[in-house]
């Protein structure tokens, strides 16, 4: 049993803890919530003895190991299964003094600690713990010096896995995950036979992982039983009883206080005056929640295109005169919402740079529509902010003729207010940083947003504002993500990258996760379809409701853009000689306009004909 008692800690004098108090009972898989900034990380270091409290005491049961991964596996010349293998000291020692031991006692001694162990299975159970991690078996052999420092965080975390301490502290371990990763380790948390305490944004994780929330707001900690959803409505209802429990006292205040202003100097009513006057004195005032700042994301409104926006035929695409991946066949539209599905190192992210326009073609055929703009945010960018200039100086580079209020606005409409946009890069929080890189990657308002692994850094309640925004946003969305909340909310459409070709999901994301885990049988691929397919073969009549849902949300939008260019056209200021480019401009709008509108009544009589003739 773990247990925090009263316990107080600050930080440049800010409190982080004040009084808190939590009992974490042996063996449960605890998630620690709360927003950015709030002390999680802080409170694994005071549990571990880093740091001193300055009040109140933590108990871990005596000769209880701790573990947990702080840093990255240093680039050595020792191979990753050596690297894993080592991390349980206790067998490495062991091993080490039985090489040496004369004593026949002692020998026996050992070799009985080592059965106790498990000490001659650790080689496979490492190499489990690895493919889980998504390393092949060539990996595992190979340097720690071979890999970059997202991979050797991967190695860190399978040491501390396999090491198995008796109290497991996980800090936001599926950052450094892709999706089967992430789902791999979800089941080991929940079958870990020790005490697990994980600091984590993944709802899915914490639905699925752990059987207890520990909440952390407003320097107080309170246990919540059951899963994360639970806890959300738990505690979505006890702010609710806690704010009209205030507003009810509230009014009683105000009744009693005119009461005593009315009559206290009265002499008939001074008695019930007085005691009024003291019922007021010790009514213990009960506050109203406090609202936290609400999270925004607010994506700029792209105009739009012509239908498709990229079609891909033949294509093959790689590194260094290799394809990565072929026979690509492809289209997205405007209204499109992709996620990228695959197990690692299958190519999602290389498919994500050639619809990027960062990755050429080696063979086939890629048309994207005039005036196309892309935005693409990938992790590495956050490392590749300039750590000594403020945000608003990121903006004021991309944007050198527009003014600071009108920077500070869009740096707003991401979360980043006052204080932010005039701190350092260096000194902004994971989930700070990952917001200016989505500002500074939808600055131009693209008709394409292209995310790989948008929500690592970023909190619960960011993760939800970044659905809200992406669910409004116009413009087509590509989507890489272990964050399966984010892809069930989002994604209407999924593509499977598997073997070199990339092809339509025709199931869900329920099924996808069940066959990662080996509880179904992954489906043969079939030749890539050169069109959408439905995205559900069990119900056909739901995926072509929903093509000719979107046929005719496709037709409202033309309509509106109709509705400007005609408005744009019937304008007189158009015609009096001062601007002939934009009478030119908004023609060859309009012709680009019935081009379109004629492609899309032509789908929405196609899907319609589909429905109809499924439906008999």
Not at 119 to 140: N, Q
Not at 155 to 183: H, I, K, R
Not at 204 to 215: D, E, T
Not at 582 to 596: H, L, P, S, V
Request: charged share 25%; hydrophobic share 45%; glycine share 8%.
């Amino acid at each position: 049993m773990l247990r925090i008692d009263d316990i107080s800690f600050s930080i440049e004098g800010r409190p982080l803890f004040d009084h808190a108090s939590a009992v974490i009972p042996a063996g449960h898989k605890v998630g620690l919530v709360g927003r950015n900034g709030t002390g999680k990380t802080t409170l694994f270091r005071l549990i571990r003895g880093e740091l001193a409290l300055e009040g109140g005491a933590i108990e871990v049961p005596k000769g209880a190991r701790i573990g947990g991964v702080d840093q990255e596996v240093p680039g050595s010349g020792v191979s990753l299964l050596d690297t894993v293998l080592a991390a349980d000291t206790e067998r490495a020692a062991l091993l080490a003094e039985s090489a040496g031991a004369t004593d026949p006692h002692r020998i026996a001694d050992i070799q009985t600690r080592l059965a106790d162990i498990d000490a001659w299975s650790a080689e496979g159970r490492a190499s489990a713990i690895l493919r889980g991690l998504g390393f092949t078996e060539a990996e595992i052999h190979r340097p720690c010096s071979a890999f970059s420092g997202g991979w050797r965080m991967r190695v860190a975390l399978a040491g501390v896995l396999f090491a198995a301490p008796d109290l497991l502290l996980l800090d936001e371990p599926t950052n450094y995950l892709d999706l089967e990763g992430a789902l791999w380790l979800e089941s080991w948390i929940a079958r870990y036979p020790h005490t697990v305490i994980v600091i984590s944004h993944d709802r899915a994780l914490l639905n699925r992982s752990v059987g207890g929330i520990l909440h952390l707001e407003e320097r107080k900690l309170t246990f919540w039983n059951g899963p994360y959803d639970q806890f959300a409505r738990q505690r979505a209802e006890r702010r609710a009883v806690q704010a009209a429990a205030a507003r009810k006292q509230e009014a009683t205040r105000a009744h009693m206080q005119s009461f005593v202003d009315r009559f206290r100097y009265k002499a008939t009513k001074a008695r019930q005056a007085q005691s009024r006057l003291k019922m007021l004195e010790r009514m213990v005032p009960i506050r109203a929640p406090e609202d936290a700042a609400r999270t925004v994301f607010t994506f700029p409104e792209p105009d739009t295109l012509s239908p498709p926006i990229i079609t891909i035929e033949g294509g093959a695409t790689g590194y260094d005169g290799r394809a990565v991946l072929s026979h690509l066949d492809l289209r997205i539209d405007q209204d499109d919402r992709i996620a990228l599905l695959g197990r690692n190192g299958e190519g999602k992210s290389t498919l994500a740079k050639l619809i990027a326009g960062r990755l050429p073609l080696m063979a086939g055929r890629m048309v994207a529509a005039r005036r196309l703009r892309v935005g693409f945010f990938a992790q590495h960018q956050i490392e590749d902010l300039h750590p000594d200039e403020t945000p608003l100086a990121h903006l004021q580079r991309a944007r050198p003729d527009e003014a600071p209020a009108r920077l500070r606005a869009r740096l707003a409409g991401f979360g980043l207010g006052a204080a932010q946009a005039e701190t350092v890069a260096g000194r902004l929080s994971g989930g700070q940083k990952a917001r200016l890189a989505l500002l500074l990657a939808t600055l131009d308002a693209p008709h394409l947003l292209i995310l790989d692994e948008p929500t690592n850094h970023l909190d619960i309640e960011s993760r939800e504002a970044l659905v809200e925004a992406l669910t409004a946003y116009t413009g087509a969305v590509v989507l890489i993500a272990h964050d399966m909340h984010l892809l069930s909310l989002v994604a209407d459409r999924l593509w499977l990258v598997q073997a070199g070709r990339v092809r339509v999901w025709e199931d869900d994301l329920e099924a996808y996760r069940r066959m990662l885990l080996g509880e179904d049988p992954a489906p043969a691929p079939p030749a890539p379809p050169a069109r959408k397919a439905p995205k559900a073969a069990a119900d056909p009549l739901s995926a072509l409701r929903a093509e000719l849902r979107r046929c005719e949300a496709r037709l409202d939008r033309l309509a509106e853009m109709g509705a400007r260019i005609e408005t744009a056209l019937g304008d007189p200021a158009l015609y009096d000689g001062s601007r002939p480019g934009d009478i030119a401009a908004w023609t060859r709008k309009q012709a680009e306009w019935r081009e379109a509108t004629g492609r899309a009544e032509e789908l929405w009589l196609q899907a319609q004909e589909r429905l109809e003739a499924a439906q008999g």
